[in-house]
């Protein structure tokens, strides 16, 4: 079975769900990504407030609120429909001005150079044309712009971790549907690569990662999958943020040529 992406169809309306499985990506790993790129942003001298700010696979719109909280203006994509309602209702009833338009990466349809910044998290490793959607990144993204990622390395742990606890395991597993293709993850030095191709200069890398004790985490996904605690609940024990090792998942930075 390969990658099933039409979960965000199917499960797309309930993002903002704390007992919806893809809520798991908001209680911590939208604030532990959010807190690197902001410190990102803050040590690259970067201004934030009303630079344009392009959200590759936006999904239900965690990451888009927290760019437009700080005062950008933001433009969200996805291929899926039901995701991009979602996020668009969800940002009106917040009040928050965000467009949303139903879009791949590979496809972007905007204009070259029309963004100071370009943000995708956790969608590296669901598209099918990865150089593609690198290339057009790169294409919107204004000279001197900065891009921000996050995605899953290509390793024997995030097999453990991503492949086997979250989408294999009976007793674990947070979907009974293939999540993730441990072939289509991504190590560092592909994406280096890929992103010199394309004029994107890699600044850094780190690792993001849970950080509470391994078996508490271990347990904690037992608790979800029984129903006894909430994805949101999981995701907030994780405890996700910046972590020394990349080997699971790591998120960077790299800026085009000004
Ligand atoms: C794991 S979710 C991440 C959602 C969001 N970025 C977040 O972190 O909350 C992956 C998202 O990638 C989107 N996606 C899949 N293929 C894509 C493509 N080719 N281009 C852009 N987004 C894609 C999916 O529809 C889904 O919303």
């Not at 893809?22 to 009303?50: D, I, K, Q």
């Not at 991009?84 to 496809?107: F, N, P």
């Not at 395991?169 to 992103?195: A, G, N, Y």
């Amino acid at each position: 079975m390969g990658i099933d992406n039409q979960i965000y169809n199917r499960l797309g309306a309930n993002w903002w769900d704390e007992t919806s499985p893809l809520n798991v990506l908001h209680g911590s790993f939208t604030p532990g990504r959010f807190a690197y790129f902001l410190a990102v942003l803050a040590r690259t001298g970067r201004r934030t407030a009303g630079a344009r700010a392009l959200d590759v696979g936006c999904g239900g719109g965690f990451m888009a609120e927290e760019f437009a909280r700080l005062g950008c203006r933001v433009i969200g994509i996805d291929p899926s429909p039901v995701s991009i309602t979602t996020a668009r209702q969800h940002a009106e009833s917040s009040g928050l001005k965000i467009e949303y338009a139903v879009a791949a990466g590979e496809r972007l349809p905007l204009g070259s150079e029309s963004f100071e910044i370009a943000y995708c998290c956790d969608v590296l490793e669901h598209v099918s044309n990865l150089d593609l959607v690198i290339k057009e990144t790169a294409r919107v993204l204004k000279p001197g712009g900065i891009y921000l990622f996050d995605t899953i390395n290509r390793t024997t742990a995030s097999k453990l971790l991503a492949i086997k606890v979250v989408q294999d395991w009976r007793l674990t597993r947070l979907v009974d549907t293939q999540l993730h293709s441990w072939e289509m993850f991504i190590k560092p030095t592909e994406l280096e690569e890929t992103l010199r191709r394309h004029g994107l200069r890699l600044g850094e890398i780190t690792g993001l990662g849970p950080r509470s004790n391994k078996a508490a985490l271990l347990w904690n996904f037992i608790q979800a999958r029984r129903g006894r605690i909430t994805f949101g609940r999981l995701s907030h024990l994780m405890d996700v943020g910046e972590v020394k090792d990349t080997a699971v998942s790591y998120l960077g930075y790299a800026t085009k040529a000004a």
